[in-house]
């Protein structure tokens, strides 16, 4: 079974400061995604970026990039020029691959770190 | 492009009734999944339905069940309700391998 470890249950930084969400897993598998969610008070689940465990280049979308060591089993969260629209909770989530029947597996989330924003 | 859609918003039932949650996806996705959010013990993958089957299912009792119609919508049910139930119950669904959510489904049980 996987599992996944949020250290960080909040963390607190100014507005445009940059800020790093910690993340490491457990896993016996070699193909898998990694995902980082935000969760804001409205509690809508939103994909904020995915990295493929084969891919040695670390994701970026925008202000958000990841740190993917996949031999520490780190997936760490890189949020630049941080906004207060950025202040939610953010899970780290692992999902298998199956190969065999296609598609992918339920996510196991961690506990989430409670990322505030101040202005 | 309309996104994941649950129903209803919230929900208020007494223990040991029955209780139906309602997703439907993403045009064009065929993979629905159901996560229970509860107070301390975070995010929990329950269930998991492709192309109208169950492909796998998290670790909860059997009176967590569901389904998948032919149109992808899928219902999750929960018989004899505990108060530990009360959670908030978020369906995603996904093509790939990426799974959006929906708002979720706030269920308490008095």
């Known amino acids: 079974a996987q599992t996944v470890t949020q250290s960080q249950p909040e963390m607190s930084v100014q507005e445009a400061e940059t800020v790093t969400l910690s993340c490491t897993y457990d896993t016996s598998e070699s193909n898998y995604y990694l995902f980082w969610y935000k969760q804001p008070p409205s509690r809508q689940m939103i994909l904020v970026i995915r990295q493929e465990a084969y891919k040695q280049q670390n994701a970026t979308e925008n202000r958000f990039s990841v740190n993917f060591q996949k031999a520490a089993k780190s997936f760490s969260l890189k949020i630049s020029d941080s906004q207060l629209g950025d202040t939610a909770m953010y899970f780290c989530?692992?999902?298998?691959?199956?190969?065999?029947?296609?598609?992918?597996?339920?996510?196991?989330f961690g506990k989430g770190t409670h990322l505030i924003i101040q202005p | 492009e309309a996104g994941v859609t649950q129903s209803p918003t919230h929900l208020i039932k007494t223990r040991g009734q029955q209780v139906t949650l309602r997703c439907s996806p993403i045009s064009g996705h065929t993979s629905v999944y159901w996560y229970q959010q509860a107070l301390g013990l975070g995010l929990q993958f329950l269930l998991w339905?492709?192309?109208?089957?169950?492909?796998n299912r998290g670790n909860f009792p059997p009176r967590f069940s569901g389904r998948q119609f032919p149109n992808y919508s899928s219902e999750l049910n929960v018989n004899a309700l505990e108060l530990e139930d009360s959670a908030l119950y978020l369906c995603?669904?996904?093509?790939?391998?990426?799974?959006?959510f929906g708002p979720g489904t706030r269920l308490t049980v008095t």
């Open positions: 989530a692992f999902m298998n691959r199956y190969y065999s029947g296609g598609g992918a597996d339920g996510l196991t």
């Open positions: 339905y492709d192309e109208g089957e169950e492909r």
């Open positions: 995603a669904s996904s093509l790939l391998y990426e799974q959006y």
